[in-house]
């Protein structure tokens, strides 16, 4: 950041009085410009004993399956959320059950929340976001070709709870950078 949002002037960073953390404060009005982890809220759309995964269109990771999920919109709840972009990325309409999983991803600033919904009459098909959705058991999921590590992780969980039999508890968690690997 480098000019003032409210006024125009530049920015600094520095630790405003009575805080802890740096924070860009205009020069000019004092201003103190917060940054904060964006929400990414998405479903995990099931019908018929499998679950409906999207090939993303775009960009990041192109190409590669995930769940429908995507950034929060000012003005709706999460679970609008969810149903939304399910809706843009797979045509498809559902019933949110629960909330299944709140995963912290610190090192990119994102906190997602991942509900269970039921596909509506099964419908869908893929939005302009997706090149193709399809619906997996667990066998056949895609897993080396998945987009995000969040993504692998909370489907891992679900199928472990799905075949345990005793429900689906919330799930919590912290998804950690791991370093490059070498050779």
């Known amino acids: 950041m480098k000019y003032c949002s409210s006024c125009g002037a530049t920015v600094a960073l520095r630790i405003p009085e009575g805080d802890n953390r740096e924070r860009y404060v205009c020069d000019d009005c004092q201003t103190i410009h917060y940054q904060n982890p964006k929400i990414v809220s998405g479903c995990i759309p099931e019908w018929d004993g499998r679950i409906l995964l999207c090939r993303r269109a775009i960009e990041p ?44 991803i610190p090192h990119i600033s994102q906190v997602y929340m991942l509900f269970r919904g039921e596909l509506v009459n099964g419908q869908y098909q893929p939005g302009h976001e997706s090149l193709e959705c399809e619906l997996f058991v667990e066998k056949d999921i895609p897993w080396d070709h998945l987009a995000f590590p969040v993504v692998k992780e909370t489907l891992l969980r679900y199928f472990r709870d799905l075949r345990s039999g005793n429900g689906f508890p919330l799930q919590r968690g912290e998804i950690i950078k791991h370093p490059a690997r070498k050779g």
């Open 61 to 104: 990771r192109y190409g590669l399956w995930t769940v429908p999920a995507g950034f929060m919109e000012n003005g709706e709840t999460t679970e609008q959320a969810a149903m939304r972009e399910t809706w843009e990325e797979a045509c498809a309409q559902v019933e949110i059950k629960s909330l299944y999983g709140l995963f912290s």
